[in-house]
């Protein structure tokens, strides 16, 4: 009884850790969209170049949030 | 009557068992290690995942003849107005080749690498597809040994890159960039060390992997969760319209998983080929 309940402690852990995970690339995320938002507005010419780097920033940032995903299953 | 079956084929096509208990059963790690269906308890078991697999690569690989085919008959005719199915294969084709290849690499080493770029967007595109398409429901992609071996295909190729490119060169210029205070090097070889060289490969092939798995899991929860709250015993009127709305939640996700499988190859291309830009350029 008592390691089932610690199991599902650890499982609620595992939940409450990827949401402090989430936070970090959210933000970043958010930086990386509205920075180009903000630079297509103001070089529209740009925007496909611009576009391209986004898509790489995002992936850069989104990263740290699948790895905080994935480290559940590592550590479980 | 025909919603509900209509639900009912969805919950079957989620992957679910089309019993409803009274407990709700959220989706597990489980989905992603279904039963074997030929071969088991060997290196060589097959299971739905690998099946999906090996009809995306046959499908693949029966477009690509068929296109190269077009593509020779019309060249040889001097033929210019393409049919449907050739412009197709051009559009495509074109978009790794101009938007990807050309764009970062530019035209002599974009076209140096194109094969690799292009084998790369397909198949990651092929494989993610299948996790939308209705009775196969679960992407290729979402088992990590796929993206492990597309991850070290650009791996090594941005290696043999920059060594055909600069020599031994190309691992000083890799880890000790110009113009960083000496005290601060060692610091510096081993960031660079860690991200360039052990990073890299591992974020595209996880990347890929944990999109897929995400994806995948909120659907399954999507769909269950609709089967759970019209079918389960406990079923009243209210959460039935509860199921409603998961079941539209799920239908928006769905939608969501073409644009993110379609992202998913196109970054995963881009990365690498901008990995191999990076190890070709002369300065970092």
Redesign the interface.
Same mark, same amino acid.
């Given at each position: 009884m008592a390691v089932q309940e610690t199991a599902l402690a650890i499982a609620h852990l595992g939940a409450l850790g990827y949401g402090l995970a989430a936070i970090g690339p959210g933000i970043g995320v958010g930086l990386v969209v509205s920075k180009t938002i903000e630079s297509i507005a103001r070089q529209p010419e740009l925007a496909s170049k611009l576009q391209v780097t986004m898509w790489l920033g995002i992936a850069f940032t989104e990263a740290l949030a699948l790895i905080g995903l994935a480290t559940p299953f590592i550590f479980a | 009557m025909l919603l509900s079956n209509a639900l009912n084929l969805a919950a079957t096509m989620a992957g679910l068992s089309a019993s409803s208990g009274d407990e709700f059963e959220p989706p597990t790690?489980g989905e992603f290690f279904p039963q074997a269906i030929l071969f088991p308890n060997t290196i060589f078991e097959m299971n739905r995942i690998m099946m999906i697999r090996i009809l995306i690569m046959v499908l693949l690989l029966v477009i690509f003849s068929l296109w190269t085919s077009k593509f020779r008959k019309a060249y040889k005719n001097q033929q210019f107005v393409p049919s449907r199915f050739q412009l197709m294969g051009e559009i495509s084709l074109n978009f790794v080749r101009k938007s990807i290849a050309h764009?970062q690499l530019g035209e002599k080493d974009g076209d140096r690498f194109l094969p690799l770029l292009a084998t790369t967007f397909f198949i990651v595109l092929g494989m993610n597809i299948t996790g939308i398409i209705p009775s196969l429901n679960i992407s290729g992609t979402s088992v990590i040994g796929l993206p492990i071996v597309l991850a070290a295909a650009a791996y090594f190729t941005f290696i043999y890159a920059g060594i055909k490119k600069h020599g031994g060169h190309f691992f000083k210029l890799a880890l000790i960039p110009d113009g960083v205070p000496k005290v601060f090097l060692p610091l510096v070889f081993l960031i660079e060390l860690l991200s360039t060289f052990i990073l890299r490969p591992v974020?595209l092939a /996880?990347?890929l992997?944990?999109?897929m798995?995400?994806g995948h899991l909120l659907l399954v929860l999507c769909f269950s969760a609709t089967q759970f709250f019209f079918f389960s015993p406990l079923a009243e009127g209210f959460t039935k319209a509860f199921g409603a709305g998961t079941f539209l939640f799920g239908f928006v996700f769905t939608l969501f998983e073409i644009l993110v499988a379609f /992202?998913q190859a196109? #970054?995963f291309t881009? /990365?690498a080929t #901008?990995y191999i830009q990076l190890a070709l350029a002369d300065e970092h």
């Open positions: - | 790690i764009e974020t /996880l990347r992997t944990m999109n798995v995400a /992202l196109y #970054v881009l /990365l #901008v």
